[in-house]
């Protein structure tokens, strides 16, 4: 329990989002309304289904919204009429409008993950990993009009590994999101907290992973392959081309013994999916076939093997 339980309503949509509602619910906050997204067509039947929020939400019997807007007038008035002491934010995916911003009494807050103002925008822990960056980390912030600009009252760093991939940083950000702001939260409401404007120095912005940007172009280095491929895994995957098949490529190894000599970008440089690059050599450690499940290389080699002298294109 904390010191003092607060009213709150929770923003949030897919799985990095639960971990904070639930941390909220296990601190004793009364979750006045719970705000996703609605439900739509996923996975291969396309079937109508809530987000990953929304379904907590509703086992733990939360009031649950999700409007397709909340520019509409009729939205302000219900949201202020809550009386909420604040707004918790967490990768909603609507943009929220002024009227929405002030409509609690401590405002909307935010759990960002990234050291802001680095990476601010849409893909920020995937842009870290691609990026080659050391670190990554969460802010809470205050929320503004503008994308991830508002003051931060506190973050916490997150080391990026050599085999730190997307995936794995995303339940690790979402672990430390939740507790951050947990313990945050009282010291943010009682004014024990300060937030503090970001600087316009080291700003970085973090788009949308684009579909052009999945294919593996072997003619970029291995070290700068290792962490397209790393910051895309699990999802969305890079992938290659071998014999008109395309195959995901979810993990992989630089190879550090190599000599001058490591063939043509793409070459298969032996049979146990050592690949050169531009610059390097990649050995592939996890991948996936079409239609298949994501195997480890030698179990893929003993049902598909592949000669050296291959290429992936």
């Known amino acids: 329990m904390t010191a003092e339980p607060l009213r709150l309503i929770f923003m949030g949509t897919p799985e990095f989002s639960v971990i904070t509602l639930n941390a909220l619910i296990a ?17 291969r039947g396309q079937s109508v289904q809530e987000s990953a929020v929304h379904k907590v939400a509703g086992k733990a019997r939360l009031p649950v919204r999700h409007p397709k807007s909340l520019n509409d007038e009729s939205q302000h008035h219900v949201f202020a009429a809550l009386e909420a002491d604040a707004a918790i934010v967490v990768a909603y995916g609507l943009i929220l409008p002024p009227e929405i911003l002030a409509g609690t009494k401590f405002g909307c807050i935010n759990i960002h993950a990234s050291l802001l103002p680095r990476w601010r925008g849409a893909a920020p822990f995937q842009r870290a990993i691609m990026a080659g960056d050391r670190e990554s980390g969460v802010s809470i912030m205050a929320m503004d009009e503008g994308l991830d600009t508002g003051p931060v009252y506190v973050t916490e760093n997150v080391a990026i590994e050599a085999d730190t991939t997307a995936g794995s940083l995303h339940d690790q950000l979402a672990e430390v999101g939740a507790a951050l702001l947990v313990e945050s939260l009282d010291g943010i409401v009682a004014g024990k907290i300060n937030a503090v404007a970001q600087t316009e ?3 970085t912005y973090a788009k949308k992973i684009s579909r052009g940007e999945t294919r593996i172009d072997w003619t970029e280095s291995a070290a700068i392959l290792d962490c397209l491929i790393r910051g895309l895994s699990p999802r969305p995957g890079t992938w290659a081309e071998l014999d008109g098949e395309r195959i995901r490529i979810l993990a992989t190894d630089i190879a550090t013994d190599m000599d001058d000599e490591t063939g043509k970008p793409g070459e298969m440089l032996d049979d146990k999916l050592l690949i050169g690059c531009g610059e390097g050599a990649l050995r592939l450690t996890r991948l996936q076939r079409a239609g298949k499940k994501p195997m480890d290389a030698d179990e893929l080699l003993r049902g598909f093997p592949i000669a050296a002298g291959k290429t992936f294109a």
């Not at 601190?27 to 996975?43: D, M, N």
Request: glycine content about 16%; charged content about 15%.
């Open 201 to 203: 120095e080291g700003v």
């Open 27 to 43: 601190a004793g906050h009364e979750i006045v309304a719970v705000y996703t997204q609605p439900p739509r067509p996923a996975g």
